[in-house]
């Protein structure tokens, strides 16, 4: 609809249309009222124009149903408006349960891409059309934000947070990728571009080189860092168990309920004694300095593959073989 119009970025994306529609729906109500005051304006100053300058006007009384009108209709325009605007609005940031997760971290002055198959990127994002897709991202120094105009999706990278955009593309192409959040000399450098690729043409370049997955690299951490002295599988270690962890709810010392999220787990690993499990010591030494952000998403990775030991009998006794790394959980 809109491609003739070279004010607006293609829709290249599920969201893109309807970011569009509920823009055009404001833009035109907005539009139509300005136009009608205008107009009224220009009648009323040749219909009522005095040449003279002698004719005094009517006295005006008021009206109840003019100023009942003029308030009650704009009311309900403007809760349309609302309406329309909240389920958007929920459709941008809730992804679906399936996605493709993608890991990002940015930092002055550019865009690193991790793929969990072990590819990663710089400035640049692969992704396939047709599925809906995840970048869960943050920052490594100071405010970013990530900005794909053709997919309509925005959000701040913060350091110590994890924000996410998601969407699903549909349609082929090389695209444009901004930091839209000034964050220094180079923030206007601070693109890329994003390629969205046949499901086949993506397996194929995610096949091409790219080292380790991110949960074996998680997995190295687990073993360099020491987290597997203390972590035991069984929950006899120091620490508690983080098999089949990712997802549950945890049981705190102060009596509170934490989800273990990504958040829980980046705060867990850097603050330990934040959010302590309950039933055990504050032992565990802070890793503030001694994993970056990629060495923490991949950990997460790591942790988000651990099955609880019930889950790894039943794998083991149903298909010999591990189960595929990296597949939507
Ligand atoms: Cu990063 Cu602007």
């Known amino acids: 609809m809109l491609s003739g119009i070279p004010l607006f970025p293609e829709q290249a994306s599920t969201l893109a249309p309807e970011v569009d529609n509920l823009y055009f729906f404001v833009t035109a109500v907005t539009a139509f009222f300005a136009l009608l005051v205008v107009v009224f304006v220009v009648i009323f100053a040749i219909k009522y124009r005095d040449p003279t300058g ?10 109840i149903p003019l100023e009942l009108g003029w308030s009650i209709i704009p009311f309900f325009i ?17 992804a679906p349960d399936q996605t493709l997760e993608i890991y990002s971290t940015g930092k002055q002055w550019m865009w690193r891409f991790q793929h969990i198959e072990g590819q990663s990127e710089i400035n640049e994002l692969h992704v396939p059309i047709g599925r809906p897709v995840k970048v ?24 110590g947070r994890y924000s996410s955009i998601w969407f699903t593309p549909t349609r082929v192409g090389e695209y444009h990728l901004f930091c839209a959040e000034y964050c220094g ?12 690729m046949e499901p086949n043409d993506y397996q194929a370049w995610l096949s091409g080189g790219g080292g380790l997955s ?25 620490g508690p168990s983080l098999a089949g962890k990712y997802g549950a709810q945890e049981t705190l010392a102060n009596g509170a309920t934490a989800n273990v ?5 980046r705060e867990s690993v850097l603050t330990p004694q934040m959010r302590l499990v309950a039933g055990y010591q504050p032992v565990m030494p802070t890793f503030q300095g001694q994993v970056n952000e990629e060495g923490l998403m991949s950990l997460i990775e790591y942790i988000k593959s651990l099955p609880s030991t019930g889950q790894r009998a039943a794998a083991q006794a149903a298909a010999p073989g591990p189960a595929a790394p990296g597949g939507p959980r």
Request: glycine content about 10%; charged content about 15%.
């Open 54 to 63: 002698e004719r005094v006007g009517a006295p005006i009384t008021g009206s």
């Open 78 to 94: 403007s809760m349309v408006m609302f309406g329309w605007a909240t389920v958007v609005f929920f459709n941008i940031v809730r």
């Open 136 to 159: 869960i991202f943050t920052s490594e120094d100071v405010l970013h934000a990530l900005y794909i105009p053709v997919f309509r999706v925005k959000a701040d990278a913060i350091p």
């Open 185 to 196: 000399t180079k923030h206007s450098g601070m693109i890329g571009r994003v390629v969205v």
């Open 214 to 238: 991110m949960q074996a690299r998680g997995e190295q951490l687990f073993q360099q860092l020491g987290c597997a002295s203390c972590h035991l599988p069984d929950g006899m270690g120091r």
């Open 261 to 265: 999220d990504d958040t829980y787990i």
